[in-house]
């Protein structure tokens, strides 16, 4: 069965007070995506959580920590989008930058079966180890 593809056309918001310096196709393009500001648009660290609004975090820290320590071997699972492979492979460049040798990454096949992890996990080496899920959604 072949698939149709529809496009959807956005109305551009005029009133969005967006930065003058910005080029006018992106000024175009974030105000057709409901973009209003320049507030809107910052992305800095200041705009994030504080880490201790994470659910669960310092727990996280202690199991990534004790693997680290002990040497257990670490997966970080990554999900086949845009952000979930940026931010599986910074995970794995960071924990190699802290010295973790023993760690290694997985991201699915989006169009193979669903993801279901196992000791092992297609995989060689010794197991226990950790997975670490990297999705921003």
Request: aromatic residues 6%; positive net charge; contains cysteine.
């Amino acid at each position: 069965m072949k698939q149709q593809i529809q496009l959807r056309r956005r109305e551009v918001d005029e009133t969005a007070d967006l930065p003058a310096e910005l080029p006018p196709l992106l000024r175009r393009l974030y105000a057709s995506r409901g973009v209003r500001s320049a507030q809107e648009l910052e992305r800095s660290v200041k705009g994030m959580l504080p880490w201790q609004q994470l659910s669960g975090v310092e727990k996280a820290v202690e199991i990534l920590y004790n693997a680290f320590r002990e040497g257990t071997r670490i997966i970080v699972v990554g999900d086949f989008d845009a952000d979930g492979a940026t931010s599986t492979a910074l995970s794995v460049l960071a924990m190699r930058s802290l010295g973790c040798s023993n760690i290694d990454y997985l991201v699915p096949n989006r169009f193979g079966r669903r993801l279901r992890l196992k000791p092992g996990s297609g995989r060689s080496g010794p197991c226990p180890w950790r997975a670490v899920n990297c999705h921003g959604g």
